[in-house]
């Protein structure tokens, strides 16, 4: 399998700052990556560089083959897709949910014709069906909950057929049932063959989807743990990660950290 990310002594440095320190790090196509970080961890900074939004200061990056200093990310920003809350405040809020997952088809956040061809309507019929948002289409994106809107923005990301879907803490703000709700579709998305690899940032181990394959951890911008979830997500490493004596349960496909009592 090809690497669809590949970071090599990446950092990214602001104000003197390192947000993420020498980091080397590979995805491989099909794979389904966890990003586990305390506040602060440079998660959605690594993120960020995925998307080609973000240019490391040092090292190197290569998204989907290309080196990004070295290829016209205009080109490249198409076939990877974000689902997170900085493109929620993009795009306008009188919108139809279908509006909102069509215009993605198109490279826009607003509408900008009356027609849209009809296979770009069916494709984000199915894709808001998958997600539980048939009985949505008409509403206006400024009405939907919380959970709602998560799920409008997935299946925007979509849209484009990527071959790299980044999710940045998508069940950040949700309460128990849509959590829930939006983790079991996630499972269902990555447990598909046909979907592109997937990296996820959150903070939360309650929220990995089944299906997900690995784990990164970060702390204070420094890789501490990367690789399968079944050898690396352990009580060990996260403590290590977040600071604090943890217990790591595994329960069927799912996974569960509390701390341990103050004695």
Not at 18 to 30: N, T, Y
Not at 154 to 172: F, G, S, V, Y
Request: aromatic share 6%; hydrophobic share 40%.
């Amino acid at each position: 399998m090809s690497d669809v990310l590949e970071l090599v002594d990446v950092s990214v440095v602001r104000d003197g700052r390192a947000l993420v320190d020498e980091v080397s790090w590979s995805v491989k196509e099909g794979e389904r990556w966890a990003i586990l970080g305390p506040n602060g961890a440079g998660k959605t900074t690594l993120l960020n560089v995925a998307s080609t939004y973000l240019f490391p200061t040092r090292g190197t990056a290569h998204i989907l083959g290309e080196r990004l200093g070295g290829v016209d990310v205009f080109d490249l920003r198409p076939r990877v897709s974000m689902a997170g809350i900085a493109m929620a405040d993009k795009l306008p809020k009188s919108q139809t949910v279908l509006e909102t997952v069509l215009t993605a088809a198109y490279g826009m956040t607003a509408t900008w014709q009356e027609d849209y061809e009809t296979v770009d309507e069916d494709r984000a019929r199915a894709f808001l069906d998958r997600l539980g948002m048939s009985d949505f289409l008409d509403r206006k994106f400024g009405t939907l909950s919380e959970g709602e809107r998560k799920r409008t923005l997935i299946a925007r990301a979509l849209m484009t057929d990527p071959e790299l879907l980044l999710l940045d803490e998508p069940a950040a703000g949700l309460d128990l049932g849509g959590r829930e709700d939006l983790v079991r579709r996630l499972g269902r998305l990555a447990r598909d063959p046909l979907a592109p690899s997937m990296i996820m940032v959150t903070h939360h181990v309650e929220e990995i989807p089944p299906g997900f394959t690995h784990v990164l951890m970060i702390r204070q911008g420094k890789v501490l743990a990367a690789g399968p979830v079944e050898t690396e997500l352990t009580s060990r490493n996260l403590s290590h990660c977040f600071g604090l004596p943890l217990v790591v349960e595994h329960r069927g496909d799912r996974y569960t950290a509390q701390g341990l009592p103050l004695s």
